[in-house]
């Protein structure tokens, strides 16, 4: 628990939140802001910042999560899709330093496009340097 911690001071009942799915190690709620109708967020309830700071097992719970929920989600606002992501990191865009996953409904047409419309001009990276990207990250 981090007491300047938004997110940790929903857990506790200091800040409400509009619950959506809950479980002993996780909790999902909406976003007060939401990009569209029924965005969610997925969190852990204990205090990680970072995808890397969680321990194994709670990421996979996390995930547990993310995976029950999103048909719901999908379901309940009668989307067609959903995008479902993190900002891990101030330079991702990340504003709350608690980990947590964005899952939000998606229409054809909503214009949003995939999550590679965040990059725009693709790179066109040479194979050696694939083949050392994907050494250096394996060890
Ligand atoms: P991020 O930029 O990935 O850190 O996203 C943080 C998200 O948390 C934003 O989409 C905010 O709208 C959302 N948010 C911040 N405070 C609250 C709150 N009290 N209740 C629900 N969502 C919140
Ligand atoms: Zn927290």
Same mark, same amino acid.
């Given at each position: 628990?981090?007491?300047? #911690?938004?997110f #940790?001071?929903i857990i506790?009942g200091?800040i409400p939140c509009y619950t959506v799915y809950e479980t002993?190690?996780t909790l999902a709620f909406l976003d007060a802001?939401?990009?569209?109708? *029924?965005?969610a967020l997925v969190i852990?309830k204990?205090?990680?910042?970072?995808? *890397?700071?969680?321990?194994?097992?709670?990421?996979?719970?996390?995930?547990?999560t993310? !995976?029950?929920l +999103?048909? =719901?989600i999908?379901?309940?606002? +009668? %989307?067609?899709?959903?995008?479902?992501?993190?900002?891990?990191? %101030?330079?991702? +865009? =990340?504003?709350? @330093?608690?980990?947590?996953?964005?899952?939000? @409904?998606?229409?054809? *047409?909503? +214009?949003? *496009?995939?999550?590679?419309? %965040?990059? @725009?001009?693709? =790179?066109?990276?040479?194979?050696?340097?694939?083949?050392?990207?994907?050494? !250096?990250?394996? !060890?």
């Open positions: 628990m981090s007491h300047d #911690c938004i #940790c001071s506790d200091a002993d190690e802001n939401p990009l569209e109708p *029924g965005h852990p204990t205090h990680h910042e970072r995808l *890397g700071d969680l321990p194994t097992e709670l990421a996979a719970r996390v995930w547990e993310v !995976s029950e +999103g048909p =719901q999908e379901f309940a606002v +009668g %989307a067609d899709s959903m995008t479902i992501g993190m900002n891990d990191g %101030a330079a991702a +865009g =990340q504003e709350v @330093p608690h980990v947590h996953v964005h899952l939000v @409904p998606r229409e054809q *047409g909503d +214009g949003a *496009g995939p999550i590679h419309a %965040a990059f @725009p001009g693709q =790179q066109d990276v040479p194979d050696e340097e694939l083949a050392e990207l994907a050494e !250096s990250i394996r !060890s």
